[in-house]
């Protein structure tokens, strides 16, 4: 009994108001940590999503790149492929057979069409997609890697 009316005593004699000013200021404190934490992290974010968007150029700019060496080695293949039926329509005089027999072996060769699309891999793969903070754009870079 001694011991509650010791508690009881104590109670009374504690200055509510600083204790309810002291725990508001700790709510705010906490409450601006948080925000701090939140802004740093939205920046974090967004270098992060330029970085990705920086690889992602890279990879359509690689993307295009072997485009472009396709599209010649298939022009090449469509010239030396007229080229060759000319010459089975018509006689080759001996000094272009040679020319020809290198034009035919050509036509031999194919070359397959890659793209690597690391960063897109690895977005997906780690779910940092979800920075890429455009709509559309993260949905027109699916599109064209799916």
Known sequence: MIVLRRIATDL????????????????AGILIALWIDGRMEDRRDAR???QYLE???RDLDNDAAVLAEVREFQDRQAADAAEAYRALATPVAPVDREALAVKLERLATRRTLRFNPTTY????GTGNIRLVRNRA?????AKYYE
């Open 12 to 27: 009374r004699e504690i200055r509510w108001g600083h204790v309810l000013v002291e725990l508001l200021l700790v709510i």
């Open 48 to 50: 992060a999503e330029r």
């Open 55 to 57: 690889l992602l150029a």
């Open 121 to 124: 891999m690895d977005l997906t």
């Open 137 to 141: 754009l993260r949905d027109r870079v």
